[in-house]
């Protein structure tokens, strides 16, 4: 949507328009918003060209055609009348130091709003690959541990800690890369696989059309016959010529719904064929996974991730349980 009028409406405050951010021209005219605040939620429409917001309380504003042509540097109309580069330029001196505090704060949010999504986008990404495990590991381990906080007051801990985290990331990196690639392999394997299976099932569906087309050619032209042979049968002047007719149509119904009978067969056949083939289909698809090298080495790569967690682990609680001995022995 790119034009949108909510002329007199009685609307106070102007929000969620999110989904509509290509909006070019927008009339709120005749309304009750009173409050500039609206035109920073504005400066989200990029193509935001034309605004109307004539016969609205915030039309009285001091300088509020300076301040709206400030913070909403491409607009060409405002409230009607074309916006001057000379408008333009003295608007952006005008609140120089407001958009500046705007901008940075902008600049903040878009910031943690890129982030969080690709927070998301990674944490989606790790559940389909059935990954999440390494996301927070070392946060997860610790998370429930009620003598931490205490732990953290004897000396050089805080740097065990530090310590234990980077190994223990860096263990759950290799297993992710590893994870993922195999993810990755899987993914393609299977669209392939999806691919020839709609291949095959296009080839039936096709030939299954072109079976049911020819026999309602076949159809209409025996009907079309039939009741020729009907009305020939019933304007006959001798009794057996309209029998013969009969007989003839009679024969070619019955021949029709033989012809039904045996397309019925032959539809069911092309329907048993496709699911014997993909049935064959699948089992090689699912030989071939088991027997790939990728997933083995995904199971090995699986093996020595728990086995370098655990030896990672437990040179902690060694080095903890030394530490502990050590604070112990001098007191």
Not at 53 to 64: K, P, R, V
Not at 70 to 77: E, M, N, T, V
Not at 213 to 240: G, P
Request: proline share 1%; glycine share 2%.
């Amino acid at each position: 949507m790119k034009d949108l009028t909510l002329y007199h409406n009685q609307i106070e405050h102007i929000e969620n328009l999110d989904l509509n951010k290509n909006i070019e021209c927008l009339s709120i005219g005749k309304n009750r918003v009173n409050s500039l605040d609206c035109v920073g939620y504005l400066r989200s429409f990029p193509k935001l060209r034309m605004l109307n917001l004539e016969g609205n309380t915030i039309c009285n504003e001091e300088e509020y055609r300076l301040y709206v042509i400030g913070f909403i540097a491409q607009l060409d109309y405002l409230d009607f009348v074309m916006v001057n580069e000379e408008e333009r330029i003295r608007a952006q001196e005008t609140f120089q130091d407001e958009l500046m505090i705007l901008q940075e704060k902008e600049v903040i949010e878009k910031t943690t709003r890129d982030r969080d999504l690709q927070q998301k986008a990674e944490t989606e990404l790790l559940k389909l690959a059935n990954l999440s495990v390494v996301q927070n590991l070392f946060e997860d381990m610790l998370e429930e541990d009620s003598e931490l906080s205490k732990l953290r007051t004897l000396p050089g801990v805080n740097e065990m800690l530090e310590d234990y985290q980077d190994k223990c990331n860096e263990a759950c990196e290799e297993f992710r890369a590893e994870g993922l690639q195999q993810y990755e392999l899987r993914k393609t394997e299977h669209w392939a696989f999806t691919e020839v299976v709609q291949r095959t099932r296009n080839t039936a569906a096709m030939d299954a059309r072109v079976l049911v087309e020819k026999f309602n050619a076949e159809k209409i032209n025996t009907i079309q016959e039939t009741l020729a042979m009907f009305n020939r049968a019933s304007e006959e002047d001798t009794k057996f010529s309209g029998i013969e007719d009969m007989y003839e149509a009679k024969k070619k119904l019955q021949n029709l719904n033989n012809r039904i009978n045996h397309l019925r067969d032959e539809l069911i056949s092309i329907e048993v064929k496709q699911l014997e083939i993909q049935d064959k289909m699948l089992n090689e698809f699912e030989t071939r996974v088991r027997r790939r090298d990728g997933p083995v080495a995904f199971w090995f790569c699986l093996h020595f991730f728990f086995l370098a967690s655990f030896g990672i682990t437990n040179n902690f609680s060694s080095c903890l349980s030394f530490l502990f001995f050590l604070n112990t022995t001098v007191r």
